[in-house]
């Protein structure tokens, strides 16, 4: 719920109250309060969710006096907005999204993917996966964030600079969404679409409200979950109470190294839950038929990113008994991160060294580096 004070009237405070984010029950109860028949939070909805409606004067189903007393109220669609767009040479489109009380949080939107979102990467550059080759892109995949900020300090990350500034809704969450396929006029059913909740923030320390915006987005707008994959730097109460949900993105966990040693000098919350413990974990998440487990990678040139440690990843992922593929990441460099870019040839040695070793292994493509795509960055090189 999105509570807005306006401070240029103190006598008149109103509470803004967003329906989007709203689940059906909250959006029945809202209802009842202006003594509604129960059909009119099915209409709600459906404007809200399938319509993807922005205004409440949208709402076509709904009387006119109503949509004013809802307003008079200081209900609103609520939706987050985009406040600033940047195009990259590739097609990458990324967005400052604004949310209530003024922070913005990044969303990004790749036409053709990245080569490493998708299942097992069999989708990847098959155009006869494509819903309709008449459109501008055949699938998309967004991007998107789960808190402003973050809290788990990977050195490695430029969302860390920025330290946790707060937890996002569900609407908030989901919104994001919503806002990236009406600029795009995506029709769910259609076209193809994933989501990746790797943006800004740990999704996995803000739970319910990643929570309830992947169920309102399977539920309300219509995305299959199987089409969603959530990251985590590794939260082992996250990934506990996760393998017990009944909707269930894909998992991802961001490995970035071969042991614990490595791991924890790059991602100091390694000394929390080592390895093993996370390991032990996720071998309790249940897959569907054909689903993997991702090990995302992030490849830093001199520290993660030598033979040596590509043979360790091998082996760990073989012993883990879980049925997992390997994500690569070529780092993204930013300001003030003291690591260094890995050299090509050695992204290609260790991924041909991980497939020899019977790993899946695919290499995620950089997209919109001319735009500071990387994690975190847009917002560090545009706000002070
Ligand atoms: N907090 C979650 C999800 C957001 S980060 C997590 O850590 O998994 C999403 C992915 O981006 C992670 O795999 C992370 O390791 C990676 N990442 C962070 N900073 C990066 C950078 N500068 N370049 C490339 N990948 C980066
Ligand atoms: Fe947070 Fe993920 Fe960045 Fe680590 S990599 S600081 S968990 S956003």
Redesign the pocket.
């Known amino acids: 719920m999105l509570a807005q004070l306006q401070p240029e009237e103190p006598q008149k405070i109103q509470k803004i109250v967003a329906l989007f984010g709203q689940s059906f029950e909250q959006l029945a109860a809202i209802l009842s309060s202006f003594a509604q028949p129960a059909y009119r939070a099915k209409q709600l909805w459906h404007a809200l969710y399938q319509q993807r409606v922005t205004h409440l004067d949208q709402i076509a189903t709904f009387p006119m006096q109503l949509r004013h007393q809802m307003a008079a109220a200081g209900y609103s669609i609520g939706l987050p907005e985009i406040a600033q767009v940047f195009t990259s040479a590739d097609g990458t489109e990324r967005y400052l999204i604004a949310c209530a009380g003024g922070e913005t949080v990044e969303t990004v939107w790749m036409p053709n993917g990245d080569g490493g979102e998708s299942g097992d990467g069999s989708e990847y550059d098959d155009p006869a996966q494509g819903a309709n080759t008449q459109e501008p892109y055949q699938r998309a995949t967004i991007c998107i964030s789960s ?1 402003v900020g ?5 050195h ?5 600079k920025l330290g946790m500034q707060r937890n996002l809704t569900a609407g908030e969450i989901a919104g994001q969404v919503v806002a990236v396929l009406n600029r795009h006029q995506v029709r769910i059913g259609r076209d193809r679409i994933n989501l990746v909740f ?5 999704p996995f ?1 803000n739970y319910d409200a990643f929570m309830d915006a992947a169920r309102l987005l399977v539920a309300g707008i219509g995305i299959p979950e199987s089409r969603m994959t959530v ?3 590794g939260i082992l109460p996250g990934i506990e109470r996760f393998a017990a949900e009944a909707v269930r993105p894909r998992l991802a966990l ?1 490995l970035n190294a071969p042991n614990d040693a490595i791991r924890a000098a790059i ?1 100091p ?1 390694t000394r929390k839950w080592n390895i093993a413990a996370l390991l032990t974990a996720l071998r309790a998440v249940p897959l569907r038929p054909r689903e993997r487990l991702t090990f995302e990678y ?1 490849l830093l040139g001199g520290i993660n990113d030598r033979l040596g440690d590509a043979r360790e990843l091998a082996q760990l992922a073989r012993n883990s008994g879980l049925d997992v593929k390997v994500n690569l990441i070529v780092w993204n460099p930013g300001p003030e991160i003291p690591y260094q870019m890995p050299q090509s040839e050695d992204v290609a040695a260790f991924q041909q060294h991980l497939i020899a070793a019977g790993v899946p292994t695919y290499i995620r493509r950089p997209r919109g580096r001319d735009i500071y795509a990387a ?2 960055q847009l917002k560090r090189t545009t706000t002070p």
Not at 150 to 154: D, K, L
């Open positions: 808190q973050c809290a788990v300090n990977c490695f990350c430029l969302t860390a790797m943006g800004m923030g740990e320390l990251s985590t730097s961001s991602m919350i992030v994690c975190g």
